[in-house]
């Protein structure tokens, strides 16, 4: 699953090539984006768009939201997961992770602005219900991936 945020488009320039990345994609429209509309019509047809009518408290929060809306669709998806929300293009951008990793970025402000999560986590029956307990509760970015590296520690035997 590849979960972008408007973020990771340079204000005001065009669509850069985005990651290919396995699985459903998803597109958060966050409030002031300034981006027109006519160039979300290009990307209707590869992702689901999701549009944010207030900014989340961080990035723990809006995962947990999407989670919760799509949880019908998950169960659809196998393949790992990818959140970007700063520009694309920069150095970083994955195109695999391996099949166990929590790869958290975060930005100056302590907010991740990338999550990768390896195809054995992305597609645990856990994962859900992680999401589930966060959601709505006060969480921060630092927090949440500790948790997630925490529940999802994988050791050689």
């Not at 488009?9 to 699985?23: A, D, I, Q, R, V």
């Not at 989340?56 to 995962?63: F, G, I, R, S, V």
């Not at 999407?66 to 520009?87: K, M, S």
Request: include cysteine; proline fraction near 7%.
């Amino acid at each position: 699953m590849l979960i972008l945020t408007t973020n990771a488009f340079e204000t005001g320039s065009t669509l850069s090539p985005l990651p290919s990345w396995p699985g459903l994609h998803v597109l958060i429209v966050l409030p002031g984006a300034g981006r027109g509309l006519q160039n979300l019509d290009t990307l209707s047809e590869e992702f689901v768009i999701v549009e944010w009518l207030q900014s989340p408290e961080n990035a723990a929060d809006l995962l947990c939201d999407v989670f919760g809306w799509l949880r019908g669709r998950l169960d659809e998806d196998e393949g790992p997961l990818l959140y970007v929300n700063r520009p694309l293009g920069k150095t970083g951008d994955p195109d695999q992770v391996s099949s166990v990793a929590v790869e958290a970025k975060f930005g100056p402000d302590g907010s991740f602005t990338q999550l990768a999560l390896g195809e054995l986590i992305a597609a645990s029956p856990l994962l859900p219900d992680v999401f589930r307990k966060a959601n709505g509760r006060a969480v921060s970015d630092t927090k949440f991936i500790k948790i997630l590296k925490d529940i999802f520690r994988w050791e050689d035997a």
